[in-house]
């Protein structure tokens, strides 16, 4: 969970380091994005190293409310010296607030975190980086898997990255398969 809270921080970093400043706007309307991207490759570099990388069909930018919507995006993060992917992720909508580095993903939500060994499925994640916790919906069945053996599911995930425990709201159930 380490890499996955560092993985947040880099995904809040690539987009909130992109902007384009066109002056004032003549709309007073708030639902109307200062920035509109499309089929986006954006790529983190620094001293030579990539650090991560974001694909969307679309991205749009919110100043006045410091928020960032992508659409049908996929994530990676690059581990020491951008040699390997450690985390990949991909969702269908997510949102960021840029001020907070809170993230939400929905619609086929999907994080492999390679350096965890653990794959999560579900339908949507919230991210809280002031607290550095993971939340499924409370009644959203989440999928994790290793490549072990490990399958099992369970509602209602939350995750303390901090403090590495993982806990459900409702019933879990499948295979947990020790290395031990």
């Known amino acids: 969970m380490k890499k996955l809270s560092g993985f947040c921080c880099v995904l809040l970093l690539l987009l909130a380091s992109c902007t384009f400043d066109y002056g004032e706007s003549d709309s007073s309307g708030d639902n109307i994005p200062n920035l509109t991207m499309d089929n986006v490759d954006y790529v983190r570099v620094i001293s030579a190293d990539p650090l991560a990388r974001v694909k969307a069909e679309r991205v749009e930018r919110y100043e006045k409310q410091s928020i960032m919507k992508l659409e049908n995006l996929s994530f990676e993060q690059y581990g020491e010296r951008g040699e390997e992917v450690n985390v990949f992720g991909r969702a269908g909508f997510a949102q960021v607030e840029t001020d907070t580095g809170n993230i939400f993903l929905e619609k086929g939500v999907m994080l492999d975190v390679e350096t965890e060994d653990i794959v999560l499925e579900t339908n949507q994640l919230e991210w809280e980086d002031e607290t550095k916790t993971l939340s499924s919906g409370y009644y959203d069945e989440v999928y994790i898997y290793r490549e072990n053996g490990t399958r099992f599911s369970g509602r209602g995930l939350h995750v ?18 020790s290395d031990d």
């Open 160 to 177: 303390d990255a901090r403090k590495h425990e993982w806990e459900f709201t409702g019933s879990v159930r499948g295979t947990y398969i």
